[in-house]
């Protein structure tokens, strides 16, 4: 569980021997592309490490000591010219079968060098000497690039020699012995290639192809096969689809152009895992099944298997918790190389004691697993014994470790004795950080103290506890006598002492004139628009509308903030690239008093969405810090964007008078205002946008002129058509205001700056209300719509749940059927497959839809919510608290992607609104007693189901409406009865 991985990470890790960065992290390193061996034949038998890198340098590095210099252990740096694939130790040398020589695989050549040593002076160097080389295709006359290779004794090599065989990018197989090339063979079935081993027991390889396939080819077979290329049989499509889903064995056969003496090549074993084959291992892991058997490791994506060598069966398999990157088996008793870092390995250097396991996997984790056995194994280091294991292949998990600072991933492990320290792990990775670790705990630092079992002090802890108490009431006082200096001091010079954050954000007046974008902008509008997959509003011009704030965070204490984590939440209307922001390092101010303080800007551009209307303009910033003293801290300010980002003006029509189906009257108390300059912000932009126009055109003067200060109309950024235009007609000689359109959601927005600023207004305390009934008809219409939409998705749901578990069930069907070694007919299961598939994509594309639809009739419930409250407010005169509790009873917050996505059937807005005003008609709005309404105040605890109709919240909502009228009180009064044993009570505390 996490408390074992934490254990780990922090106590068990590997302990680093040696260290040293090749190449200083300027050269990439593949797998395969380390050996660890007596590359140099030494009488000694000491292990050297070569690595070679994909630039072309070839290294070689001899660690002995634990604290030597990292330069002094590199005996050897050659360039080569040629990336380096991969490199192998094996018995190469002509006519000698005891010495090692060291082969270099590059993309287009194969080279055998001779490491030579000599010493002069107590000075050790090494030197390369080139034996030969084969250049790849010249030989088979086609073109050839080197993947990877394997080495091995092929069909007995007459002098005990190794024999290469290379494996190309397109499946080519070239079989060097010495200086001569052997034979070429294709494996036209090869897609990308895999990994390929020698088994030396059944004189075979090993091979895995993309198909998640491990099969095995005799040596014998490829040799006799001739110039006939390897492919699977298809005698139809269907078998051959039936065969690659059961991971049956395919026969073989020779293709039309081979020639007549060409024998049919057949796969011994095939073996379907069902995963990506990264590596493939020959070794010894099981036990008590004789010294001749060997077993074939096969590391997948995320499974560990152990495969039978003659059979191909699956001994054993092992589920992995991360991503492996390489493996090692290395021998369990004490030897100077006792983990080769090369796939094959010759029969007879198979250990009889067998191997056990070191896997390396992208979490920076090694792990160590024995090999199974059939009695207990004693752990070096202690007492503890491993359990003995009843099967055969791996045994349990012995050891992990965690790897620090790994750059990337680990592309070779290797076990080895350096100096006087044996059973070092070799390990290097991708960046070229070569290291040589062990395995162990640091000792504890100090004497473990036992607590004391004693009785407890409670007069001590009484007096800490007063102790405490006392520092916390000094810190306030301190605080509140700092924060009044800090209100009466000068010019507000040592205001933010307490709050050494402060943070605000700066909002134009007006939208950004975009005619003069550059391609920058251009480019980032056209990010934003693919990252949230949503279409940009545009202006008239054809440019995006957009407007760019700043947010601006100021650190005026005397210390630098480390890690200040910034986040905006933005109205649902617009969009950006980032709304959160990092800044590693907020630095101190450099003199408090002179206000020289260290600000941070950060930049924030935000566009239009076209598919909502907008709710809202207010955002909020937050910002998140941490004290010297670890304590979390956190600040946040508000902010509005321009009105000109939601709305524009345009001339009036005579259509907006005629199309206007729902009209609202706001009366106030003051003569008729200008709406020029009650909508100042929108007449300026509305000029800037129509600079090219003439001033004097009519179209002009109706916005600009005195007509302006009578008739205004609204159209809403990006929304195209004149169903969401919104008209304000001024009265000539009262103080009232018509406000109407053909869509009631479209009323919101305007109607809420309206009444915003003309309470606002500076000549006068305007009061505005509002005389007629609250349209509930119309609102309800809006209701039934989002609860139809909701139906809609609930039903869509439905139907694709259907269709997709139809699906999983002709899939079982066809499993089952291919399962069988002799599958009978698959009759219409093929076309029935089809259909269901075709079916759960239509459905889905059904879901899709009503997911649409559902976020456009939430959107308008939300405006025409928020329009609902604004005037029962202003019809009923309500209080700004009583204000708030309508607004939480009938909130417009609705959680679109919750119902949309997640949680489909849970509880939506209907319910909860229900619940809502009927828990207010019970409890502020009861017309029965007080003690009656305090007792009804307990909630029903029965589940919110999504209702069929809107009859039940129509009728709750009337009654709200209509109590409100009789002059209820949406705040619930005490009673007399409460006041009084509140008052005897506090009567009581003050006596005592």
């Known amino acids: 569980g996490w408390f074992g991985y934490l254990l780990t990470d922090a106590l068990f890790r590997a302990r680093e021997w040696f260290r040293t960065n090749i190449g200083e992290g300027s050269e990439e390193f593949a797998h395969g592309c380390c050996v660890v061996d007596n590359v140099d034949n030494s009488l000694d038998g000491a292990a050297k490490i070569i690595t070679g890198s994909l630039n072309g340098y070839l290294r070689l590095h001899w660690?002995?000591?634990?604290?030597?210099?990292?330069d002094a252990v590199q005996y050897m740096v050659a360039s080569l010219g040629m990336p380096?694939?991969?490199?192998?130790?094996g018995r190469f040398v002509p006519r000698n079968s005891r010495?090692?020589?060291?082969?270099?695989?590059?993309?287009?050549?194969?080279?055998?060098?001779?490491?030579?040593?000599?010493?002069?002076?107590?000075?050790?160097?090494?030197?390369?000497?080139?034996l030969y080389t084969h250049a790849l295709g010249d030989a088979i006359g086609e073109h050839f690039t080197a993947y990877n290779m394997c080495k091995g004794p092929f069909g007995g090599h007459g002098d005990g020699g190794d024999g290469i065989c290379v494996q190309s990018m397109d499946g080519k197989l070239m079989v060097f012995e010495d200086s001569i090339h052997v034979l070429s063979r294709r494996f036209t079935s090869c897609l990308l290639p895999g990994p390929i081993a020698y088994v030396p027991k059944t004189d075979s390889f090993v091979t895995a192809t993309s198909s998640g396939e491990v099969e095995c080819f005799k040596y014998k077979a490829l040799a006799e096969a001739g110039d006939s290329q390897v492919v699977a049989t298809n005698h139809n499509l269907d078998k051959q689809s039936a065969q690659a889903l059961l991971g049956e064995r395919t026969d073989v056969q020779e293709v039309e152009d081979a020639t007549p003496s060409s024998k049919v090549l057949r796969a011994e074993w095939s073996l379907r895992v069902?995963?990506?084959?990264?590596?493939?291992?020959?070794?010894?892991?099981?036990?008590?099944?004789?010294?001749?058997?060997?077993?074939?490791?096969?590391?997948?994506?995320?499974?560990l298997f152990v495969v039978n060598e003659t059979t191909g069966a699956i001994r054993s398999q092992l589920r992995l918790n991360a991503s492996p990157s390489t493996l090692c088996l290395y021998v369990r008793m004490h030897s100077l190389i006792s983990g080769p870092t090369h796939p094959s390995v010759a029969l007879a250097d198979l250990p009889q004691d067998g191997h056990n396991l070191i896997l390396a996997n992208f979490e920076e984790q090694i792990l160590v697993y024995a090999g199974g056995r059939q009695e207990p194994v004693p752990l070096e280091g202690g007492e503890a014994t491993l359990q003995a294991s009843n099967r055969v292949g791996l045994g349990a998990l012995v050891w992990s470790a965690h790897l620090e600072q790994i750059g990337g991933c680990v592309v070779t492990i290797a076990v080895a004795s350096f100096g006087d320290s044996s059973g070092l792990i070799v390990v290097l990775d991708e960046t070229g950080v070569l290291r040589l670790c062990y395995l162990g705990t640091d000792p504890p630092t100090s004497a473990v103290v036992t607590p004391s079992t004693g009785e407890l002090d409670y007069a001590a802890v009484d007096q800490e506890h007063r102790q405490i108490l006392r520092l916390i009431r000094e810190h306030g006082d301190k605080y509140g006598d700092k924060q009044s200096e800090n209100a009466a001091g000068e010019g507000g010079s040592l205001q933010h002492l307490d709050c050494p954050v402060v943070l605000k954000v700066n909002v134009p007046e007006c939208c950004d004139d975009t005619s003069a974008w550059s391609h920058e902008l251009l480019n980032e509008a056209s990010e934003v628009s693919e990252a949230a997959e949503v279409a940009l509003?545009?202006?008239v011009k054809d440019n995006y509308v957009s407007v760019q704030i700043e947010v601006c965070i100021e650190n005026m204490s005397q210390i630098d903030l480390k890690q200040v984590n910034v986040v905006i939440q933005f109205p649902k209307f617009v969009v950006v690239k980032e709304s959160s922001f990092s800044i590693a390092l907020l630095e101190r101010a450099l003199d408090i008093r002179d206000n020289d303080h260290n600000m941070f800007m950060i930049p924030v551009r935000v566009f239009v969405n076209i598919e909502v209307l907008p709710e809202s303009l207010a955002g909020v910033a937050t910002a998140t810090y941490f004290t010297p003293e670890g304590e979390p801290r956190c600040i946040n300010t508000s902010f509005e964007l321009p009105l000109s980002l939601a709305c524009c003006l345009?001339?009036?029509?005579?259509?907006?008078?005629?199309?206007?189906?729902?009209?609202?009257?706001?009366?106030?108390?003051h003569g008729p205002l200008q709406l020029k300059s009650l909508f100042k912000d929108l007449v300026d932009s509305f000029i800037v946008r129509d600079m090219e126009t003439s001033q004097d055109s009519e179209s002009h003067r109706s916005v600009t002129g005195s007509g302006g200060n009578s008739v205004m109309v609204f159209r809403y950024i990006g929304i195209k058509g004149s169903s969401n235009d919104v008209t304000i007609l001024v009265s000539k000689t009262a103080g009232r205001y018509r406000v109407q359109s053909a869509s009631l959601p479209a009323l919101w927005l305007t109607t809420h700056y309206l009444t915003k600023r003309l309470n606002g207004h500076a000549s006068s305390k305007v009061i505005v209300t509002y005389v007629d009934d609250p349209p509930l008809k119309d609102f309800i219409q809006v209701v039934d719509s989002h609860l139809q939409a909701r139906h809609t998705l609930m039903e869509a749901f439905s139907k694709l749940n259907d269709s997709a578990h139809q699906l999983r069930v002709i899939q079982k069907r066809l499993l089952a059927k291919f399962k069988d070694r002799n599958p009978s007919p698959l009759g219409q299961l093929g076309p029935l497959m089809e259909v269901a598939h075709q079916m759960v994509i239509t459905n889905a594309q059904v879901v899709e839809r009503a997911q649409f639809d559902l976020k456009q009739c939430a959107n308008s419930l939300s405006l025409v919510t928020s329009l609902i409250n604004l005037l029962i407010s202003l019809r009923f005169n309500l209080s700004e608290q009583e204000a708030k509790v309508l607004e939480a009873c009938l909130s417009p917050q609705i959680d679109v992607d919750q119902s949309a996505h997640s949680d489909p059937l849970g509880a939506g807005w209907e319910e909860i609104t229900d619940a809502g005003l009927t828990h207010l008609l019970r409890t502020a709005l009861s017309s029965k007693s007080a003690n009656s309404a305090a007792n009804s105040s307990v909630m029903d605890s029965t589940a919110l189901i999504i209702p069929r109709e809107s009859t039940k919240l129509q009728r709750h909502l009337t009654i709200l409406c209509d109590r409100l009228q009789k002059g209820g009180s949406l705040i619930s009064k005490p009673s007399a009865s409460s006041f009084s044993e509140h008052k005897s009570s506090s009567e009581h505390k003050s006596s005592s």
Do not use: W
């Open 537 to 539: 509003a545009k202006d």
């Open 650 to 669: 345009i001339p009036p029509s005579p259509q907006h008078k005629s199309l206007s189906t729902f009209k609202l009257t706001l009366a106030t108390n």
């Open 63 to 70: 660690p002995r000591d634990q604290n030597e210099d990292t």
């Open 84 to 89: 380096i694939l991969q490199l192998e130790m």
């Open 99 to 130: 010495e090692l020589a060291l082969a270099v695989l590059h993309p287009r050549k194969l080279a055998v060098y001779y490491v030579q040593r000599s010493e002069s002076d107590d000075k050790i160097s090494f030197s390369l000497d080139l």
């Open 274 to 303: 069902g995963e990506t084959i990264c590596e493939i291992r020959v070794g010894r892991v099981s036990e008590g099944r004789g010294s001749t058997s060997i077993d074939l490791v096969v590391l997948g994506e995320r499974t």
